[in-house]
């Protein structure tokens, strides 16, 4: 399914009907500061969508007024085709939030938590006790059902979270940094969680600064800078336009001057981009320009080609200092 | 599993399910969603039952300290030309108190617990649920609270035989209303405290009222220009109320008593849910 580069409002194979999310000039302002600086998106219902960027970027206010719990300074917002200024209960009875923080009910056990929150939802006890059942089955936490939310574990809390937001069968999925904090296993069990809810067609709307997580789960995504848009499309595409198929590192010990070598490898490739500690070329032939880097006499420490990943792309959209 | 809420009238934003509602819009609450909220803390609090039952004793403490120990000292107040048994006199005013920090513990100190640390609303405003399900919701639990305490203190005033009239059968919902004015305001100030320090300004404000609002002695006790100020405490009317039921002693002024009471904690109510909108739907 190709989706042209810049074009976020153009809506993937996978979707039918209005998109689930429209903005138009969407902005948030907090007294002088501009959180969101008049974004235009479209999500399409069954997309996998994300917002990437640095902290501060505006995602969370942006995710906060999708979620129809913070009110637009400027712009349209329709959410599942309706106006949250004045429809925001009925929006947030076909949303699903998971946000930044926990905010689990400490005062109540693992089970009691989901079966309240169906309650305000307006769900019957007896619909909302079966689904509780199935959620604590879902996220896997059916044996600590009678606990207390306190004693479980970050990534135990994270995924007691995501139930919740699931227990009014949700169209739609907002999750603000789901796996921010939480160690690698925890990570990928929420992960294929998040997946497998895809499977089933619920649309997602996430927020993360995790390239890796970004590249699992999204199917298109925006790179949030400063309140705006520094680039849209999907991650293979970004990496595309905004990088290169390989990346080329190069070392050359502790003491060497990089800048030095980067004049030396002039000419090799389109963009070098100098760190303190390596020389990063961007190429589409990672063996090739390291034989050609060898040809020119230099003799690298260590030479690593790996695959340019949309890290390479965030970097360069949000800020590190370039050589071109 | 969603479920539209029919009582949600989405181009208005309002909707007017109760009596209260209809006199002072809450934008957005029904008694229905507010009552999801009395669910919530009836989930907490069937674990932790003891600690409700332990509200109970200090009014009886204060009653059997006071009342009787230093009731047999005192021996008799007359109001309004009538001789009281001094614990007759003041076992009401005991219970317009606890009414009243009944109330005032549970929408400050507990509100301000879920409000800030627990960000407990921000999960519930995720859901339908409006700004003023919750501020509904959490005063009507304070209320059922302090009926319970209410019930039960006068159960003893009944059998030590300290209830003078058939009107006392009105003290219950008089109670509630002493209740539901302080909650209200109790957590509509709770809404602009920055941090525990501000709580030393709740006691500061309820310890005095407790001493001196007229629950301990007769107005009349005081100099014409200090009953001015006793008069315009919301105590000194919940305290009256009260005594005015048991000791059968019933006249006009009942009226203002109730005006006033009424007028504060719909004022509170509202002042709260606005606040909570203005706090967390930013």
Known sequence: MPVPVANVETVPAASSGPPLVHARRLTKRFGDFTAVDGIDVDVARGEAFGFLGPNGAGKSSTMRMIGCVSPPTEGTLRILGLDPRTDGPAIRARLGVVPQQDTLDTELSVRENLLIYGRYFGMSRAAVRAKAEELLDFVQLSDRAKDKVEPLSGGMKRRLTIARSLVNDPEMLLLDEPTTGLDPQARHSLWDRLFRLKQRGVTLVLTTHYMDEAEQLCDRLVVMDKGRFAAEGSPRELIATYSTREVLELRFGPDADNNVYADKVHGLVNRVEVLPDRLLLYTDDGDGTAAAVYDRGLRPASTLVRRSTLEDVFLRLTGRTLVD | ?282
């Open chain 2, 1 to 282: 599993m969603t479920q539209t809420i029919g009582s949600a009238t989405p181009s208005s934003g309002r909707n007017s399910g109760t009596l209260l509602a209809r006199i002072v819009p809450l934008p957005g609450t029904s008694a229905r969603r507010a009552g999801l909220m009395v669910e919530r803390n009836v989930l907490v609090y069937r674990r932790a039952w003891v600690l409700i039952v332990s509200g109970f004793f200090e009014p009886l403490f204060y009653l059997l300290s006071i009342g009787i120990g230093i009731g047999a000292l005192v021996g008799t107040v007359t109001v309004d030309g009538m001789v009281l048994d001094y614990t007759v006199f003041v076992a009401p005013g005991l219970l317009a108190s606890s009414a009243m920090n009944g109330a005032v513990y549970d929408s400050t100190f507990n509100i301000f617990f879920k409000l800030k640390y627990a960000k407990t609303y921000d999960a519930i405003l995720s859901t339908p649920m409006s700004p003023g399900d919750v501020a509904a919701g959490e005063i009507c639990w304070a209320l059922i609270r302090g009926l319970i305490y209410s019930t039960t203190f006068l159960g003893v005033m009944l059998a030590l035989g300290l209830v003078a009239s058939p009107w006392a059968i009105l003290v219950l919902p008089a109670a509630v209303l002493i209740g539901f004015a302080f909650g209200a305001v109790g957590m509509a100030a709770t809404t602009y405290m920055r941090g525990w320090q501000d709580f030393e300004f709740v006691q500061l404000i309820v310890l005095p009222m407790f001493l001196f609002a007229t629950t301990f002695f007769p107005l009349s006790t005081y100099p014409s220009a200090l009953q001015a100020v006793v008069v315009c405490t919301p105590l000194y009317h919940g305290v009256e109320l009260i005594r005015a039921l048991t000791t059968g002693l019933v006249d006009g002024s009942l009226v203002v008593h109730i005006g006033y009471l009424v007028v504060m904690g719909l004022i509170g109510l509202r002042i709260a849910a606005g606040r909570l909108e203005k706090l967390l739907l930013t």
